[in-house]
């Protein structure tokens, strides 16, 4: 990092708070994950197109980019894809959500990536919910035109922040009595208020409670069920894929709400990604993220049509 880029995580939080309020969005320094170096090196992307669109969301205007390979032959599911980012970062050109999209669309899964607002000050839940809500309902009302499926074989999913906010959505969806999604990924999702220690009382000096609170604007927030979904009801909650990592010190939130769906006899895959942590699919040159997006494809073809 140069004098005016720190290195945001070695930052306290309210520091790293105020830097990107300031500045906005770091660049990413790594000068392979842009499209046209990812398709020199994952020739399998060549042939996905892509479209940058704009979803009319209650933060303002939140882009979304639209990827599908016609080349190849459709699995027959879509996926509305949320990136990552600790609720105070991440975009659509990072390869958490600009490759993830990628790959996946060269496998026969047409994607929209969706941007929300990140919680840099006054902004706490719901705001980022409420726009990931916004472009679930507008992917869904477009998906055979957008996405090629209709909206009962449409899917939503997240990494980390987006896997809280696509699980999240899937309750507020459902406890408002709205069509729920055909399925849901949650990749390494942070689904409780201290993801390490599912189930235990916040502490406030845990950096995971600290960004949950950022998030979540009080403490009283953080026991809403609908901010984090591992404390609420799994009850309808449409067959989903976890994704946890071997490594990762968010694993047990994750591998919790896996077990709490399996006990409730809801239809739930718990994939462990070994010899990987936290955003390791952001990392194109991990040996476990084709493995996990693989993994991905592979549950979201074999979902009953």
């Known amino acids: 990092m ?6 945001l995580r070695t930052l306290p939080l ?5 830097w990107l309020r300031e500045h906005g969005e770091p660049a990413d320094p790594r000068p392979d994950i842009d499209t046209a170096s990812l398709r020199r090196r994952f020739p399998r992307l060549a042939h996905v197109r892509t479209r940058d669109l704009v979803v009319d969301a209650p933060s303002g205007p939140q882009p979304a980019r639209l990827y599908r390979d016609d080349t190849v032959e459709h699995t027959g599911a879509a996926l509305v894809w949320v990136h990552g980012g600790a609720f105070i970062g991440g975009y659509l050109d990072m390869p958490e959500s600009n490759w993830v999209a990628l790959e996946l669309a060269s496998r026969g899964i047409p994607v929209l990536a969706v941007d929300y607002v990140k919680c840099l000050g006054d902004v706490h839940f719901p705001a980022p919910s409420d726009d990931v809500l916004a472009a679930w309902r507008f992917a869904a009302g477009r998906s055979p035109e957008l996405l090629g499926v209709e909206p009962d074989a449409l899917l939503l999913g997240g990494a980390s922040a987006g896997g809280n906010l696509a699980a999240g959505a ?3 969806l459902r406890d408002a009595g709205r069509t729920l999604p055909a399925g849901v990924v949650l990749v390494y999702p942070a689904l409780d208020p201290d993801g390490a220690h599912p189930g235990s009382a916040p502490d ?5 409670v600290r960004l949950s609170l950022n998030f979540a604007g009080s403490a009283a927030a953080l026991q809403d069920p609908h901010a984090f979904p591992g404390l609420g009801s799994v009850g309808a909650f449409p067959p989903t894929l976890v994704v946890v990592c071997e490594q990762d010190r968010l694993r047990p939130s994750g591998e919790a709400f896996a077990r709490r769906l399996a006990g409730a006899g809801r239809d739930a895959t718990l994939h462990v990604e070994p010899d990987a942590d936290h955003a390791h699919i952001d990392e194109p040159s991990h040996p476990g993220a084709v493995r996990t997006l693989e993994a991905i494809a592979a549950w979201m073809g074999d979902l009953p049509r």
């Open 14 to 18: 309210a520091d790293a708070l105020a």
């Open 204 to 208: 406030p000096d845990s950096p995971f």
């Open 2 to 7: 140069t004098d005016t880029q720190p290195d």
């Open 170 to 172: 899937v309750t507020r």
